[in-house]
């Protein structure tokens, strides 16, 4: 994280931070202030612009980047049984039966 | 499909990598799995269970063998209709539906969450023809029991729509063999004894908030016209009487009472406890507020932190477990609910703590213009201005089409706390569930960040005090009986 002429600048190593992380996570914060997501080839940069805390809100977009790493980190692993899970509940809360292809076990 | 075989264990030790979540507690580990077992271990013992150098002949190999700790002796087949017990809920509709017969309202509560319009507001009342069309969708949903709650606003405000309701809806149910359950939400001020007749005869059952004693209710829930502490007193000894002496006719619900905890709650656990003992309430349910709603814009005033709101729980946790002791009957309600999760492996019906959430599949809330909500808090997020909770409306949906919405489908997925960072190692993931609607008003997400999750810090620190109680065989004893009660229900 570092001071720029109109507010912070962070940046996300793309080894660890996928560009959907840091967007996602900017998203977030776009009501707070002005944020733009500035893709490279090493690093993914973020400008925070016009926000009351600037320090404040830099850190919460770095956690924020980093829960949404985790969270796509984990879909790799998870998407299966997460998947199984949505769908039962959305399916059978519109009256239509899942039938499981592995007899229920 | 190729099925693996039961791994076996040729060194005769616990395998390493138990299948278990755990979580630091009293100096030891609550270890719990998949399944919703639980069980406690030393930290000497959980070292030994990490690295898998439990031998067999060892009383604790069999004790988490039993339990579903030690992969390759696991009962799969139990462990997983306890799992199918549990989540019962994702082969059902939508059973609560939430019908919002106005926003009007004669109080001002501090930390109303509803939403509220003056009492003199106008084109805020549910009109005839939505209030029939939400009850025609409702019945739409093929979970075989259905329960309507009919809240505001004040709801006796608008009260020929909700006599109509009432009395549409027995019809429906009769005709369509599904289970019908009528609820309201009152704070009583606008009760007669014509109203209350009513209610009784159509079997609705009476549910009113009580804040503990009349200063402290009276502060958190302003009532310019009166006193609405001793408006609820009145009705609910009313509605008590009434219980006590049934009638042939029909069934007379106990009435029940509602809770807030606001800052001003926080010093008087005894009190709030003894008002509700005192009129003979057998259920007490602490309420944590949420900063959604007017109570967002009094945070400051009348909010906590949930470390705050732990510590309260734990005091009164204690004093109603030391009622109980003395031969008072008076249980926890959100206790009983985890309890019946933990325990006896079961759903209670509580929406907020489930896996998915209840958000559209499990209830859905009609507002009085027959726009279709989530839930009753994505509601209070429309009214502030932002409709992303919205699914539909009575008119122009069918149910397929509300839960096919972006948000139903959103909220599902969300808080299905397998794709949660955090939550998918928690201890607590077999009993616990995340609110979108907490997470998009408080952290700016549906998903939030449960790391600096507020509410997830609550949850946790009420389950941490749950289990501390279960490991006392004293408590256990006590807080096993109130799971009976549910039984019962």
Redesign the interface.
């Known amino acids: 994280m570092k001071d720029v002429k109109s507010g912070k600048e962070l940046i996300f190593e793309t080894a660890v931070y996928s560009k959907e992380a840091v967007e996602l996570a900017a998203y977030v914060f776009s009501g707070s202030c002005g944020v733009k997501v500035l893709p490279g080839k090493s690093a993914t940069r973020v400008l925070l612009d016009g926000a009351a805390d600037p320090e404040s809100l830099a850190g919460k977009l770095a956690n924020e980047a980093l829960n949404q790493q985790c969270r796509i980190d984990l879909a790799k692993k998870n998407s299966r049984i997460a998947g199984i899970i949505v769908t039962k509940a959305l399916l059978s809360a519109c009256g239509e039966k899942t039938q499981a292809k592995n007899k229920g076990k | 499909?190729l099925?693996k075989k039961p791994v076996r264990n040729k060194k005769k030790l616990s395998s390493p990598a138990p299948q278990a979540l755990w979580a630091k507690m009293d100096g030891g580990r609550l270890l719990t799995n998949e399944s919703g077992c639980h069980a406690w271990v030393s930290e000497k013992d959980f070292a030994r269970v990490i690295s898998g150098r439990i031998a067999e002949g060892d009383p604790l190999f069999a004790e988490l063998s039993a339990a579903g700790f030690v992969r390759g002796r696991m009962d799969?087949d139990g462990l997983?209709a306890k799992w199918r017990t549990r989540n019962e809920?994702?082969?059902?509709?939508?059973g609560l539906h939430i019908m919002v017969l106005t926003l009007r309202c004669n109080h001002k509560c501090l930390y109303c969450q509803s939403s509220a319009a003056g009492e003199g507001a106008k084109k805020t009342d549910m009109s005839l023809k939505t209030a029939l069309k939400s009850v025609d969708f409702a019945f739409t949903?093929?979970n075989p029991a259905i329960t309507i709650e009919f809240q505001g606003g004040e709801p006796l405000l608008n009260w020929g729509t909700l006599t109509a309701a009432v009395k549409y809806a027995r019809k429906k149910a009769a005709a369509s063999k599904k289970e019908l359950k009528l609820a309201l939400v009152s704070n009583f001020t606008l009760m007669t004894e014509e109203k209350a007749r009513f209610l009784l005869e159509n079997e609705v059952s009476i549910c009113t908030s009580l804040d503990g004693p009349a200063d402290l209710h009276n502060r958190n829930r302003i009532y310019a016209a009166g006193n609405s502490h001793a408006g609820a007193v009145k009705w609910i000894k009313y509605f008590q009487k009434k219980h006590g002496n049934q009638v042939p006719e029909y069934r007379i619900f106990k009435s029940s009472a509602l809770l807030t905890v606001s800052r001003y709650s926080l010093s008087r656990h005894k009190e709030i406890i003894d008002e509700y003992v005192a009129l003979g309430l057998e259920d007490i349910f602490i309420r944590p507020l949420a900063p959604i709603g007017y109570a967002k814009g009094l945070w400051e005033k009348i909010g906590y932190t949930s470390q705050e709101f732990t510590a309260f729980y734990g005091k009164c946790l204690d004093y109603i477990l030391e009622l109980n002791r003395r031969g008072i009957v008076i249980r926890e309600k959100m206790a009983s609910m985890m309890l019946e999760k933990i325990l006896n492996f079961r759903e209670p019906g509580y929406l907020d703590a489930r896996?998915?959430c209840g958000a559209?599949?499990g209830q859905i809330a009609y507002n009085y213009n027959g726009d279709l909500y989530t839930c009753d808090e994505g509601r209070m997020v429309g009214w502030e201005g932002d409709d992303i909770f919205r699914i539909g409306n009575v008119f122009k949906s069918t149910?397929?089409g509300a839960?096919?919405s972006p948000a139903?489908?959103a909220c599902?997925?969300s808080s299905?706390l397998?794709?949660?960072?955090d939550c998918?190692r928690c201890a607590y993931k077999p009993y616990c569930g995340v609110c979108p609607v907490f997470n998009y008003e408080a952290?700016?997400?549906l998903?939030g960040?449960?790391?600096?999750n507020d509410r997830c810090r609550l949850f946790k620190g009420v389950f941490g005090v749950i289990f501390s109680k279960l490991r006392r065989a004293g408590d256990k004893e006590i807080m096993e009986k109130w799971t009976v009660k549910n039984e019962g229900r």
Not at chain 2, 89 to 94: R, T
Not at chain 2, 418 to 421: K, L, N, V
């Open positions: 499909m099925v799969l997983a809920h994702l082969s059902y509709g939508p949903s093929p896996c998915p559209a599949i149910l397929k839960l096919s139903a489908r599902v997925v299905n397998e794709a949660q960072p998918s952290q700016g997400s998903w960040n449960m790391r600096s």
